[in-house]
């Protein structure tokens, strides 16, 4: 395998969650009557403190031995890895 190569899945996967979670809180914001743009600046800001470290506990979820491979497999994510409610089936 080229080391060289991107790694697509992550790439969608902080993709999907950052806009996911920067997208609710910039709903929430909305609808609590906040307009302005700093609404949007702190659903940004949200959305990636939020939704990076999701993305890569879910990469690390979904390939636990590429995880390890590259070093991502550490004590927090290898405490989600294990103690996940749909790995125990």
Excluded: C, E, K
């Excluded at 929430?28 to 999701?54: D, E, K, N, Q, R």
């Amino acid at each position: 395998m080229d080391v060289d190569m991107i790694p697509w899945l992550r790439v969608f996967l902080v993709a999907i969650w950052v806009a996911s979670i920067a997208g609710a809180a910039l709903i929430f914001g909305l609808a609590m009557g906040f307009y302005s743009s700093t609404t949007f600046f702190w659903s940004g800001v949200a959305g990636l403190v939020i939704g990076l470290p999701a993305a890569l506990a879910n990469w690390v979820w979904l390939r636990p031995r590429r995880a390890g491979q590259a070093g991502w497999n550490g004590g927090l994510f290898r405490w989600l890895r294990d103690h996940s409610y749909w790995r125990r089936a």
